[in-house]
């Protein structure tokens, strides 16, 4: 047994691999999630405090009742504590910058419909927005649909409150423009302006479900460190789903790991992680 193995043996309740393989297929077939077993000590500790919060004493019994019992909430507090939400006002800020440049060179009175598809806590739908509405001003003709999978993160999200030090890649004109900033026990905290929150809609959303609640055509679609999480077979799929929602000639972006030059026939290279729709 090897050091990684013996700390898991040791903890709180007793953990085996058929208590991680049947929680990767579990969240596999789910939210389409790809664990592999170096996941292990992550899954232990998330899932443990499902554990806790439902008074279960071992993986196997919790596992049991999720499958036989379980409702649509707890399944939902299931999908939450495996998904990671890594994010950060502008970050991969060449997206931002390329998105500004789209906007400059459109055609005056362009509706804009962008698509956010990993919300997580928010920074990235609020960035997008921050970059379309100083192009086109606040009261602009954009409108951004923010989805996740994670119902949590989707609360703090449409809550739109963050700290001033979480805020640090906006500029001091940014930040006026678009935040209020908070006093007394709200010091430190920041609020985006209801101006800037009216063009943004929230709502809950699986990519591997087979259907979505989305009717519109976007002209660019944020996909950025999702497919990371997913197998082959199931990015194709979602991709190809994505594809039928960009107009022609949308742009899609997506994470700096992510690379799709083998769906040649949907895609085209255009920049750095960022693909048109053909």
């Known amino acids: 047994m090897n ?3 013996a700390d898991l043996q040791s903890r709180e309740f007793t953990w085996t691999a058929a208590d991680f393989n049947r929680i990767k297929d579990l969240i596999y077939r789910h939210a389409g ?15 443990s405090r499902r554990l806790r919060d439902t008074g279960h004493r071992s993986f196997a019994d919790y596992i049991k009742w999720l499958e036989t019992q379980g409702d649509a909430d707890e399944w939902q507090a299931f999908v939450n504590a495996l998904t990671t939400n890594l994010t950060s006002f502008f970050r ?17 009175g362009h509706e804009w419909k962008i698509w956010c598809s990993a919300a997580s806590t928010g920074e990235e739908p609020y960035s997008i ?10 009261s602009g003709r954009f409108q951004i649909w923010a989805s996740d999978i994670d119902t949590k993160v989707l609360a703090t999200a449409a809550q739109g409150v963050y700290k001033l030090e979480g805020l640090k890649n906006l500029s001091q004109a940014q930040l006026q423009k678009y935040f209020l900033k908070g006093k007394g026990d709200n010091a430190g905290l920041a609020r985006v302006r209801p ?9 809950s959303l699986n990519l591997i479900e087979d259907h979505w609640s989305l009717r519109e055509s976007f002209d660019v679609v944020f996909c950025r460190n999702v497919m990371i999480y997913f197998d082959h077979a ?22 700096h790991a992510e690379n799709f030059s083998d769906l040649k026939t949907q895609f085209v290279l255009r920049g750095k992680t960022i693909y048109e729709k053909i």
């Open 3 to 5: 050091d990684a193995s």
């Open 33 to 47: 999630i790809s664990l592999h077993e170096g996941k292990q000590a992550m899954v232990y500790s998330r899932i």
């Open 92 to 108: 991969e800020n060449h997206h931002f910058e390329e998105l500004a440049r789209m906007v400059r060179e459109a055609p005056p």
């Open 129 to 138: 927005a921050i970059t379309l509405a100083d192009a086109l001003g606040l």
């Open 195 to 203: 101006e800037l929150h009216r063009h943004i809609e929230f709502f």
């Open 234 to 255: 199931t990015q194709r799929q979602v991709l190809t789903r994505m594809h039928r929602l960009i107009k022609p000639g949308g742009m899609l972006f997506v994470g």
